[in-house]
């Protein structure tokens, strides 16, 4: 059956009445559905402050925690965002210069699958890739840059059209580029390989899009994995079946991810920044613990330590 539409003080009633949660201020939580929506915030942020067994709010749960909480998950998209952010826009510069040392400045040389890895394997995927590249400099566009190359010069030269190129078409263009071209890419990112930097890029990608999109993020999980580091090793991340239990399908790997990619005057500000946020939403949500939001967010006890080590 589907979902009963409620009125804002029947959503109320409901999670008051039928599953214990604390309203303190009615005319408050009701200006927070307004805005949020019930959907986004309870359903979004509710299963930490739950009783499993009876699938009622923990006794004593506030409507101000879940509000706390959502509003952590927003600020941390915020931070996570700025920075892969800086990432993409550097892989993109370097990615573009060396590709255009290469082939040129022409576009039809970023179009050609012959300047590629390309083999039987995947060819399929790399002219799915070239057509995502040949619609971000196609008429019309919502791009001014775009549409004044290809009106003046009839051409948009590779450095151009990175600003059209999503972060998830960047990942495959990296990752089907000719070897030469990825090593000189990844040589810019000390102690990292090329191989790395495009498991690094999948899981910043996939972070982005989160970010981007408003999704949960604190409880983010991919299904591609980062690369096993020597600071998984350093900081004794736990190993189950030789597999590192952290930092690898999880929020942690896109700090991991972060601290090889940014500078280390970029990070410290980075993890001044969460660590701050971590403190709030902790602060304003007893019902939670340290360790209870740390294994949501995949990070291990000593997350912040992780700037003591040498990558």
């Known amino acids: 059956m589907s979902k009963v539409f409620f009125t804002y003080e029947q959503q109320l009633d409901k999670l008051e009445k039928d599953k214990g949660l604390i309203i303190v201020d009615r005319s408050y939580a009701e200006s927070m559905l307004k805005a949020i929506s019930y959907y986004s915030l309870i359903g979004g942020y509710k299963h930490p402050f739950k009783h499993l067994a009876s699938g009622n709010y923990q006794r004593g749960v506030t409507f101000e925690e879940i509000v706390a909480l959502y509003y952590f998950d927003e600020k941390i998209r915020s931070i996570f965002l700025e920075y892969i952010l800086h990432v993409e826009r550097q892989i993109k510069s370097l990615l573009s210069y060396h590709f255009c040392e290469k082939y040129g400045e022409v576009q039809t040389e970023y179009l050609n699958p012959a300047n590629y ?19 971000a400099i196609s008429l019309p566009s919502k791009y001014g840059y775009i549409v004044h190359h290809v009106n003046k010069y009839g051409n948009v030269p590779l450095w151009v059209a990175m600003n059209a190129i999503t972060f998830g078409n960047l990942s495959k263009m990296y990752q089907y580029c000719t070897s030469d071209i990825r090593t000189k890419v990844s040589q810019n990112y000390a102690r990292v390989s090329e191989f790395e930097l495009h498991q690094f890029i999948r899981v910043l990608a996939a972070c982005r899009n989160t ?12 299904k591609e994995s980062g690369p096993d580091t020597v600071l998984h090793k350093k900081m004794k991340i736990p190993v189950k079946k030789g597999a590192y239990t952290l930092g690898k399908q999880d929020l942690f790997a896109v700090v991991i991810a972060l601290r090889y990619l940014i500078t280390d005057e970029e990070f410290k500000v980075f993890k001044r920044e969460l660590k701050a946020a971590i403190g709030v939403v902790l602060n304003k949500c007893p019902h939670i613990s340290e360790q209870q939001l740390y294994g949501y967010m995949g990070f291990p006890s000593d997350w912040d330590k992780i700037t003591r080590y040498k990558k």
């Open 211 to 222: 970010c981007a999109h408003g999704e949960r993020l604190f409880t983010f999980r991919i």
């Open 117 to 135: 890895n390309l083999n039987k394997k995947n060819q399929s995927d790399i002219n799915r890739m070239i057509n995502c590249l040949a619609k």
